[in-house]
């Protein structure tokens, strides 16, 4: 087992583990300092190309982002999403897994779903592919964006398919927009780090998009605390400079141009 991933796994019952996205070197430098996991999320789609769905981004944007990302973090495990239809079939997500962990040079990759992904997971860890799950909200195929875990028979297929990805391998699975009980009853069961995103407290750690922890992004989502306001400190600091550039004088400039 990767020495980062076993480093990560041995955190379960101890303490919480801190998990945030990143999409280019400069950020990722700062994160690595403080998390446990850096996600090079495909939800980059979202937020750095105003994509409808992640179902746009593609594997070279990833990989191309992640490769930036992997420049900046030494410490943190790195996890790099798999994009949609990378991974529709065994074959198809080994041959695309390899080439995102030798181009990127990522620890793990992330793949969304439960039953349907089992013998592909299986496949991955077979050929020494570290794999992170996620369940609840699975961006890359959701019609319809609400809290999942309410109904008894979705609480049940929910809790089936983390214990099904559990004995297929991962080492750790993302619960999206899961049900508290639900969320406090799959991480109490299994023995693997569950990371919640809206889904309480009550997971192993949590993960944010970078963006929106720090105000860049114009998230809406409640679970969302903003911790700072970059946002307002690039409009300050772009108005300064104007303000300097406008005060000064420059004499017009003469230029020569020889052929």
Not at 36 to 63: C, H, N, P, Q, R
Not at 87 to 94: D, F, G, I, M, Q
Not at 193 to 208: E, K, M, P, R, Y
């Amino acid at each position: 087992m990767n020495k980062k991933v076993k480093k990560f796994l041995n955190k379960k019952n101890r303490a919480k583990v801190i998990c945030l996205t990143a999409y280019s070197k400069n950020v990722a430098s700062i994160l690595d300092k403080y998390c446990d996991l850096v996600l090079v999320g495909d939800s980059l789609g979202s937020v750095l190309y105003d994509f409808k769905s992640t179902k746009e981004v593609t594997l070279d944007t990833m990989i191309n982002h992640s490769k930036s990302v992997r420049l900046g973090v030494k410490k943190s495990l790195l996890v790099v999403d798999m994009p949609y239809n990378t991974y529709r079939n065994s074959k198809e997500a080994l041959k695309n897994a390899r080439l995102v962990m030798k181009k990127t040079k990522c620890d793990a990759v992330k793949l969304e779903g439960g039953k349907r992904i089992i013998s592909i997971v299986k496949s991955l860890v077979k050929n020494k592919i570290p794999v992170m799950g996620h369940l609840g909200i699975l961006p890359q195929t959701e019609k319809k964006f609400t809290y999942k875990g309410k109904k008894l028979a979705e609480r049940k297929r929910i809790l089936k398919d983390a214990k099904l990805l559990e004995e297929a391998g991962i080492f750790s699975v993302v619960l999206e927009c899961i049900e508290t009980k639900l969320a406090k009853k799959i991480t109490e069961q299994l023995n693997i780090i569950t990371v919640g995103i809206g889904s309480s407290a009550n997971c192993d750690g949590q993960v944010l998009v970078i963006d929106d922890l720090i105000g860049l992004s114009q998230s809406k989502f409640r679970f969302v605390k903003k911790y700072a306001n970059v946002n307002q400190m690039i409009n300050l600091a772009v108005k300064r400079y104007k303000s300097e550039v406008l005060k000064k004088q420059f004499p017009t400039a003469k230029h020569s141009f020889k052929n």
